[in-house]
């Protein structure tokens, strides 16, 4: 199998300090990655540098056969028209109609009529369930139907690489499971290509391939999701099983107590 | 001796710090010009703007217009009465309206209404990460969201200025005909003779496309820049109020002095 991703020797930084150190990773074509890790750690970095966002400081980003470090922002541009992105919060424009939203790169990009771009457009609404919501505003949408709508956009020329940040943020657990069922779903059947950053542990095992957990810049594990289920490693234990201590204590770094108490005349 | 120079040092740091922000939006104006293709190739686009940006304006803008007019027009009457040309207050009224009040105040009004409306509007897309999306969709924001904004400011700004004059020398009529008594004929006769279509009226619109392209560079580019957070947008807001309106002064004695020298 062939990566779409690959990712050598990378290390980037924002000013003097470095958020990423020797990563290297790779995406094969069709598969689900999952890149967890706590907040902080750089994961969310990691995507936008694989989405041209931000150019690495050293190492080499390939995404679809395209060195990312070398583009310019014209041909930046134009390799984006092979990726999708759902953000966070969905970021849907709110000035347009979910319509509108879905049908906005149909209209940017590409020559196709009216009529055949309402087609396409409901179609991919009803790829997510929310066709009889074509007509709503963003403001009008519940965070889970918002995120099925930028969803829905993210997939609306077919990507060949979707990148999800964070995309079980602030879900009920209704709405969290059809997120991700959907995000399954729609990488089998369309043929694409996903990563997926996020810290929900329980979920993300249930549909991902493959993972990489990042700690403090660094790739500290890898492995399928039965792999990590197992893994005995302490940092990971701990993230899987959302233990209070253990490699990343509960106390933040402090004097002792003794000595902060009489500082305070206690 | 310490206090003057750390004095100086200050006065320094804040005067670099305004000519590098200066710099800054004339960069952004220039990236906008350069990106304005799709806000003519796709009108529609920008007229949505000048929706928003310039008939959301109209009732502040007619409102004043009216009120001003009718200050001008007692307070016209008021002096010339005292030197017995009373019948020149539609002069008086049109040539301040015209000249200096209609694209001054219309653009002083427009950078608190529509100019923070636009800053609010991109610096909160921005917050939300709508122009990150729209980037990922290989969508240039600035062609897209800002570029539109601008040239729907630049469009309004005119329009706006000549209805306030307009409106204005209705409240002036109103006031001095309708309820003083002056002449009407004087009044409309005495202000046509008066009033130079080139050296006032276009001079007055050419005022007001200047204060459109800087008021609209502002806010557009104080929301593009705006850190992405409510203190931040907020912030950017007040910044667009605050600068436009010096701008607009500025700019205004600058082109008043070339306008009266008659551009030689």
Same mark, same amino acid.
């Given at each position: 199998?062939?990566?779409?991703? $690959?990712?050598?020797?990378?290390?980037?930084?924002?000013?003097?300090?470095?958020?990423?150190?020797?990563?290297?990773?790779?995406?094969?074509?069709?598969?689900?990655?999952?890149?967890?890790?706590?907040?902080?750690?750089?994961?969310?970095?990691?995507? #936008?540098?694989?989405?041209?966002?931000?150019?690495?400081? =050293?190492?080499?980003?390939?995404?679809?056969? =395209?060195?990312?470090?070398?583009?310019?922002?014209? %041909?930046?541009?134009?390799?984006?028209?092979?990726?999708?992105?759902? !953000?966070?919060?969905?970021?849907?424009?709110?000035?347009?109609?979910?319509?509108?939203?879905?049908?906005?790169?149909? #209209? %940017?990009?590409?020559?196709?009529?009216?009529?055949?771009?309402?087609?396409?457009?409901?179609?991919?609404?009803?790829?997510?369930?929310?066709?009889?919501?074509?007509?709503?505003?963003?403001? $009008?949408?519940?965070?889970?139907?918002?995120? #099925?709508?930028?969803?829905?956009?993210?997939?609306?020329?077919?990507?060949?690489?979707?990148?999800?940040? %964070?995309? !079980?943020?602030?879900?009920?657990?209704?709405?969290?499971?059809?997120?991700?069922?959907?995000? #399954?779903?729609?990488?089998?059947?369309?043929?694409?290509?996903?990563?997926?950053?996020?810290?929900?542990?329980?979920?993300?095992?249930?549909?991902?391939?493959?993972?990489? !957990?990042?700690?403090?810049?660094?790739?500290?594990?890898?492995?399928?999701?039965? %792999?990590?289920?197992?893994?005995?490693?302490? !940092?990971?234990?701990?993230?899987?099983?959302? =233990?209070?201590?253990?490699?990343?204590?509960?106390?933040?770094?402090?004097?002792?107590?003794?000595?902060?108490? =009489?500082?305070?005349?206690? | 001796?310490?206090?003057?120079?750390?004095?100086?040092?200050?006065?320094?740091? &804040?005067?670099?710090?305004?000519?590098?922000?200066?710099?800054?939006?004339?960069?952004?104006?220039?990236?906008?010009?350069?990106?304005?293709?799709?806000?003519?190739?796709?009108?529609?686009?920008?007229?949505?703007?000048?929706?928003?940006?310039?008939?959301?304006?109209?009732?502040?803008?007619?409102?004043?217009?009216?009120?001003?007019?009718?200050?001008?027009?007692?307070?016209?009457?008021?002096?010339?009465?005292?030197?017995?040309?009373?019948?020149?207050?539609?002069?008086?009224?049109?040539?301040?309206?015209?000249?200096?009040?209609?694209?001054?105040?219309?653009?002083?009004?427009?950078?608190?209404?529509?100019?923070?409306?636009?800053?609010?509007?991109?610096?909160?897309?921005?917050?939300?990460?709508?122009?990150?999306?729209?980037?990922?969709?290989?969508?240039?924001?600035?062609? &897209?969201?800002?570029?539109?904004?601008?040239?729907?400011?630049?469009?309004?700004?005119?329009?706006?200025?000549?209805?306030?004059?307009?409106?204005?020398?209705?409240?002036?009529?109103?006031?001095?005909?309708?309820?003083?008594?002056?002449?009407?004929?004087?009044?409309?006769?005495?202000?046509?003779?008066?009033?130079?279509?080139?050296?006032?009226?276009?001079?007055?619109?050419?005022?007001?496309?200047?204060?459109?392209?800087?008021?609209?560079?502002?806010?557009?580019?104080?929301?593009?820049?705006?850190?992405?957070?409510?203190?931040?947008?907020?912030?950017?807001?007040?910044?667009?109020?605050?600068?436009?309106?010096?701008?607009?002064?500025?700019?205004?004695?600058?082109?008043?002095?070339?306008?009266?020298?008659?551009?030689?």
């Amino acid at each position: 199998m062939t990566n779409l991703v $690959e990712i050598a020797n990378l290390n980037f930084g924002y000013n003097s300090r470095l958020v990423l150190k020797g990563i290297n990773l790779t995406v094969p074509k069709g598969s689900l990655v999952a890149i967890m890790g706590l907040s902080g750690c750089g994961k969310t970095t990691l995507l #936008r540098l694989m989405g041209g966002q931000l150019r690495a400081s =050293e190492g080499t980003v390939t995404v679809a056969g =395209e060195k990312l470090n070398d583009l310019s922002q014209a %041909e930046l541009y134009r390799f984006r028209r092979k990726l999708g992105m759902l !953000f966070q919060f969905g970021a849907l424009f709110t000035d347009l109609s979910v319509f509108d939203n879905v049908a906005f790169q149909m #209209r %940017e990009h590409t020559d196709l009529s009216e009529t055949f771009i309402q087609d396409l457009t409901l179609l991919k609404l009803n790829a997510v369930g929310l066709r009889g919501m074509h007509h709503m505003m963003p403001s $009008e949408l519940s965070g889970g139907m918002a995120r #099925r709508v930028a969803l829905a956009r993210a997939i609306a020329l077919d990507p060949q690489l979707m990148l999800y940040d %964070e995309p !079980f943020t602030g879900l009920d657990p209704i709405s969290l499971g059809v997120i991700g069922q959907l995000i #399954r779903k729609l990488n089998d059947t369309l043929g694409t290509t996903s990563v997926l950053v996020t810290h929900d542990v329980q979920e993300s095992l249930k549909i991902v391939d493959y993972i990489y !957990f990042v700690s403090d810049g660094v790739i500290v594990a890898q492995g399928t999701p039965d %792999e990590i289920r197992g893994s005995d490693l302490p !940092f990971v234990h701990q993230f899987i099983w959302g =233990e209070m201590d253990g490699p990343m204590p509960f106390h933040y770094p402090a004097q002792s107590l003794k000595h902060d108490l =009489e500082l305070m005349g206690g | 001796m310490t206090n003057i120079v750390s004095g100086i040092r200050i006065v320094g740091d &804040r005067t670099l710090k305004i000519v590098e922000r200066i710099g800054a939006i004339a960069s952004f104006l220039f990236s906008i010009l350069i990106h304005s293709a799709a806000s003519f190739k796709r009108f529609s686009l920008t007229i949505r703007e000048v929706y928003f940006a310039g008939v959301q304006s109209l009732i502040i803008i007619l409102v004043s217009g009216l009120f001003v007019g009718m200050v001008l027009g007692l307070q016209g009457h008021e002096t010339l009465q005292r030197y017995g040309s009373e019948d020149s207050v539609g002069v008086l009224v049109a040539l301040s309206l015209v000249r200096e009040l209609g694209p001054v105040v219309s653009a002083l009004l427009f950078a608190s209404r529509a100019g923070s409306a636009i800053t609010a509007e991109i610096g909160l897309m921005k917050a939300t990460e709508q122009l990150s999306a729209m980037e990922m969709m290989a969508v240039n924001p600035i062609s &897209r969201v800002v570029a539109p904004r601008f040239w729907g400011g630049v469009i309004s700004l005119p329009l706006l200025a000549l209805l306030f004059s307009a409106m204005g020398i209705i409240g002036g009529y109103l006031i001095a005909v309708v309820l003083i008594g002056v002449d009407s004929g004087s009044f409309w006769s005495q202000m046509q003779s008066a009033v130079d279509f080139e050296h006032d009226i276009v001079n007055g619109i050419i005022k007001s496309l200047v204060f459109g392209v800087a008021i609209s560079a502002i806010a557009t580019f104080e929301g593009y820049e705006a850190p992405p957070t409510a203190e931040g947008v907020s912030g950017a807001t007040t910044r667009t109020v605050v600068s436009s309106s010096l701008a607009v002064l500025a700019l205004d004695l600058v082109l008043t002095a070339f306008m009266l020298k008659g551009w030689n």
